[in-house]
């Protein structure tokens, strides 16, 4: 069903802002494009209602009228979240910064400081639930049709819905024998991966390969049939999604990206070091891995338990020598690795510093001692 498109924006500045937003649209995607229009729309919609006598850029002031658009945003039910609200705030000021090259007024640069736009809430991971993770599972191994199959690919490879929706027909790759990997294309963050799977994901794709091939549409390589564009395909995962979520009772919340969260979370607890979970999720930062992955506080539980039974990454103490009576270079030796005991213990127990470096110098000093000493012979 196609959106009612709607109809234009009458204000006297609509044009100027067009133009500018054409300006920037030449290095931006359609979906942000459209975002730039949006919030454009959305400013000019309360000037003429908030402030019918503004039509030049040149009367564009902070207060009232951006200040007073800002107040607007806070003001809306239900209220906009952080990061829209964000979002907006950078948009209008790319807009007004180009506005003040292309219409030769430099004031409108300051119209949106710096300081007006808030600092991101820290995002927590929201993994899905043990419950709702396996009632999805199971629900979608039942349904076993085109759409449970995806998901439950998306679910066992950490993939995005979108980067599900690129996967070719031969996604599913050999890498050596017996064992397989699926490539997956470059996705949001410009990045393409090879993630590591099992023969039940082999499975997973044999079984959508089947499907595909029962789709009246014509072969075009990909793994999942467009019925018209991807974006369309994306639309009929995501109503699935909630079609399955609402026959199980879960909360409207839940959201197929959840599963991407759960799949970190579930590596990370199976022994997978963090850089291999970074790659396996195609991220480009350790941070932005740290949003996914749920550290509860039984994991960390039986990590301080492992820690204290199994010390990792302690080195045992030197055995302490016993001092003997020998004479000769016997008793040099004994006295010499003697002195090297209590000077290693000691060492240790400094912290970092001036005085710890440079009582390493005198024990590898003391060690080259030692070994010249045991090629000496007792006279």
Known sequence: ??????????HQLASVFDRAVDSLSSALTPDTTRHYRGTARNFLT???????????MDHL??????????????????PLVTASYINRLITLRCIFNELAWAAKLPELVHLIRRADIPRLPQRLPRP???????????????????????????????MRIGECADLSF?????????????HVPLGKLKTERMVPVDSFVCELVQRLRFFRSLDPLPPDGWLLARPRTKEALVRQLRDYWHQVCHSLDLSTRVVPHQMRHSYASEMLRSGVGFPAVMKLLGHTSPEMTMRYIDVALSDLRREFD???????????????????????????????????HVLEMFRRA??????????????????????????????
């Not at 207060?63 to 607007?72: A, F, K, Q, S, T």
């Not at 050596?176 to 990997?181: I, K, L, R, Y």
Request: net charge positive.
């Open 46 to 56: 309360y000037l003429g209602a908030s402030h019918p006598d503004v039509n030049s």
């Open 350 to 379: 400094l912290p970092n510093g001036v005085s710890r470096r440079c009582l390493d110098r005198l024990t590898n000093r003391l060690t080259k001692i030692i070994t010249e000493a045991h090629k000496l012979t007792t006279p």
């Open 306 to 340: 492992l820690a204290r039974s199994k010390p990792r990454h302690l080195t045992p103490e030197p055995k302490a020598r016993i001092v003997s009576l020998r004479t000769g270079i016997d008793g040099v030796l004994d006295a010499l690795l003697s002195a090297q």
């Open 128 to 158: 899905l639930t043990t419950e709702q993770d396996q009632l999805l599972q199971q629900e979608f191994l039942r349904r076993n049709d085109l759409g449970g199959n995806a998901f439950l690919l998306i679910r066992h490879t950490g």
């Open 1 to 10: 069903m196609n959106r009612a498109r709607r109809p234009p924006l009458q």
């Open 61 to 78: 002031r902070r207060e009232p009228h951006i200040l007073g658009w800002m107040r607007h945003l806070h003001s809306q039910s239900p």
């Open 170 to 182: 031969d996604c599913l790759r050999s890498t050596s024998p017996d064992q397989w990997a699926i």
